[in-house]
């Protein structure tokens, strides 16, 4: 199982890879914005849904690989603490969340099975689920981790991308703000570099 340091260190991870902006996000406040936080729930719910399963199945495929060859899983972790360390100079540097295409009124919010497939062709679920994946999954216990990184990403997912459907607007108006801006996008940015210690010295 996972050491108490490895699971806290999952748990940050999970919350600012979910809270901070990304295709997902500002398509759910977009929608928030357009059409209500009820109507956005089906899309709220399928983004949720599909990413934990997306987690599920990388996370099959990799399994057997660092069964096979568990240099993978060492190659993969290094890597995955590279890709933290430029997400995190990334975060810390952004702009404000685009309101580009926000202003678009579309005639239906995304469906369920429509947020739910977008995952596949959404490159920042793609790089979270690797990294979640390589980086907090056990060799020895691929099966058991594995499950715990899912379960994880969809406890905090949900109400994580749920925040941005909810706070819409306002939250826009928030992040907007260069001082409110730059303390937040810091903040998660240190958060992030922080879940690199157990990541790099947790013993497998």
């Known amino acids: 199982m996972l050491t108490a340091d490895l699971f806290a260190a999952l748990a940050a991870f999970a919350f600012v890879s979910s809270i901070t902006p990304g295709p997902n996000n500002l398509m759910l406040m977009a929608s928030g914005t357009n059409f209500g936080f009820v109507r956005t729930i089906p899309h709220m719910l399928g983004v949720s849904t599909g990413f934990t399963l997306m987690i599920v199945l990388v996370g099959a495929g990799l399994a057997k690989v660092f069964e096979l060859y568990p240099i993978a899983h060492i190659v993969l972790k290094y890597a995955s603490c590279a890709y933290l360390l430029w997400l995190a100079w990334k975060i810390a540097t952004s702009a ?31 790089t979270m689920a690797l990294t979640a994946v390589s980086a907090y999954t056990i060799p020895a216990d691929p099966i058991v981790s594995l499950l715990v990184v899912a379960g994880v990403f969809g406890a905090i997912n949900l109400p994580s991308t749920g925040s941005w459907a909810l706070l819409g607007t306002q939250l826009r108006r928030f992040l907007g703000d260069p001082a409110k801006l730059r303390a937040f996008n810091v903040t998660m940015a240190l958060i992030l570099v922080a879940t690199l210690y157990p990541i790099v010295f947790a013993t497998h």
């Open 96 to 126: 404000p969340p685009g309101a580009k295409g926000d202003g678009e009124a579309k005639t239906q919010p995304m469906s369920f099975v429509q947020a739910a497939l977008f995952q596949w062709v959404n490159p920042k679920a793609w």
